[in-house]
């Protein structure tokens, strides 16, 4: 019954974050968006105490619950681990926890914590596991995804139906899409190959609930008068935990899956009450605990710190309609390229760069849902997998505050159309050089017709002849830098006029 429940619950988180990766009319996050707020990371970077605190206090009750049910990464190895499975029956054994490998687990930790709370992003966005699941899912199954909408939306044209509409399907960022390749692989291989090896050899959030679920009040026990010895809960045990011989569970790598509650022949396994080493298996286990203790000393005392640092630097840094498009009249449309910007351009709600860095995972949820297609996973290496905006497929509509209500870290506060209105985040520049005014001296005033907060007005090009053609002045103080001029002007490959980034935003 406790594995059907797991399974049930499991089943529910992963097929909720998994359609939120890949829902991109925002549907879905208006009923399940709080799955992705339940993340244990992305809840500390948001300052979410209620779901921080809860997950704590479910480890040291019922031990690693979160890592069986609620991550998704955790989950996506139990299936590929469940199709090895098929393969091969029994295929795994008891793992003792040597100090190299229980050093090194503690050593990841103490590096990510450190990184996320000296800013340096790279390091929480590449081993987080709810980042690495989704960049897994947007960028690998989201084209597959909507290759599949976009086949019943050519049906339903035929049938005169307009229940479906067609997509845009596009590589957003090719280190993006190596990175989510390279991580299917690697963790694809040590799931099948060793289970929960991922989660309980790299993974720092595993390790982190690994250590508080040795002090849970609810644990897995074997009786060691039921057990006959037969090792089939250690041959069946994901998380190689098991040691049938001394009938010992080893607490910290334990991620309640109850496969060996389920797989034991004599039902010796239970899930019970506990209270110290004694417990387990009825037997006075304590030098083989104290042997662990030692091996584990120095790194527990790391792993304090480096949790004191981070709730530390988290809680002084939580303290401290739609519009028309033109295509300018050109026959012939060349593909848009990016304009080279100083500063980044962020979404509206992230208030500032350096705000925006230290919280933000690349989960790159905000990147698969934006339906204007300005939001895409950054190369640099300051802000790697982060998403920042840019204008050559559209452009940054008014009326749309999507990612601002499903960022789960707080990177995007929450924000409505009309404070959005009048967030600058960033300034409009024009390129006399690039305009289609002075390089084919024809008139052009679309980016003054299309600009929101009529910041663009067009003024004589020759000051001495009012009858001259016009060019475009721009009101920095009134620019908010949505990029409806840059995506719209009709210069090609490049706009003439194209959106430079601030470091913070402002109201205008």
Not at 194 to 219: E, I
């Amino acid at each position: 019954m406790l594995k059907k429940l797991r399974f049930a619950a499991a089943a529910f988180f992963l097929i909720a974050v998994t359609l939120l990766f890949l829902d991109y009319t925002g549907t879905v996050h208006r009923y399940l968006g709080w799955t992705a707020k339940m993340q244990f990371f992305p809840a500390i970077l948001a300052v979410n105490l209620a779901v921080v605190i809860g997950l704590i206090l479910i480890t040291l009750f019922l031990g690693r619950i979160y890592c069986s049910v609620i991550c998704p990464l955790g989950l996506f190895q139990d299936k590929v681990s469940r199709i090895a499975g098929l393969l091969k029956k029994n295929r795994f054994s008891y793992r003792p926890p040597r100090k190299p490998l229980v050093v090194t687990r503690y050593a990841i930790l103490a590096v990510f914590a450190l990184a996320a709370v000296a800013g340096i992003s790279v390091v929480p966005v590449l081993l987080e596991p709810y980042s690495a699941y989704g960049r897994m899912v947007s960028q690998l199954a989201g084209p597959l995804y909507k290759y599949a909408n976009n086949i019943l939306a050519g049906f339903a044209e035929r049938a005169g139906s307009y229940a479906f509409y067609t997509v845009d399907i596009w590589i957003k960022s090719m280190p993006a899409l190596v990175i989510a390749v390279l991580t299917l692989v690697v963790i694809g291989a040590f799931a099948w190959k060793s289970g929960r090896g991922y989660c309980n050899g790299v993974c720092p959030l595993g390790t982190f609930l690994g250590f508080l679920s040795k002090f849970s009040l609810v644990k897995l026990r074997i009786d060691k008068n039921q057990c006959v010895g037969c090792a089939i809960c250690a041959k069946n045990c994901k998380a190689g935990c098991i040691d049938s011989t001394a009938r010992v569970i080893d607490y910290t790598r334990c991620v309640a899956c109850f496969n060996c509650i389920d797989r034991c022949p004599k039902k010796a396994v239970h899930y019970t009450k506990c209270s110290g080493v004694k417990t387990i298996g009825g037997a006075d286990n304590s030098s083989i605990a104290n042997k662990q203790l030692t091996i584990e000393g120095s790194a527990r005392r790391g792993l304090i710190t480096g949790t004191a640092m981070l709730a530390a630097g988290f809680i002084t840094r939580a303290l401290a309609v739609r519009t028309y498009d033109f295509d300018g009249g050109l026959a012939s449309i060349e593909d848009k390229r990016a304009a080279s910007r100083k500063t980044q351009i962020i979404p509206p709600g992230a208030d500032n760069v350096r705000n925006f860095r230290r919280r933000c995972t690349g989960c790159q949820l905000c990147v698969s849902t934006c339906r204007n297609n300005v939001l895409r996973p950054s190369s640099e290496l300051s802000s790697f997998m982060q998403p920042h905006m840019s204008f050559e497929r559209g452009y940054c509509r008014p009326e749309c505050v999507r990612c601002a209500r499903i960022c789960p870290t707080g990177a995007i506060r929450p924000i409505t159309s009309a404070e959005k209105s009048s967030i600058q985040i960033g300034y409009a520049i024009w390129n006399r050089d690039l305009c289609v005014v002075n390089i084919d001296n024809v008139n052009c005033d679309l980016c003054e017709r299309v600009c929101p907060t009529a910041a663009i007005t067009r003024i004589p090009r020759d000051a001495n002849d009012s009858e001259s053609l016009k060019i475009p002045m721009i009101d920095v103080n009134r620019c908010t830098g949505c990029g409806a001029c840059e995506h719209l002007c009709p210069s090609r490959p490049y706009s003439a006029i194209y959106v430079e980034g601030v470091e913070a935003h402002r109201t205008i």
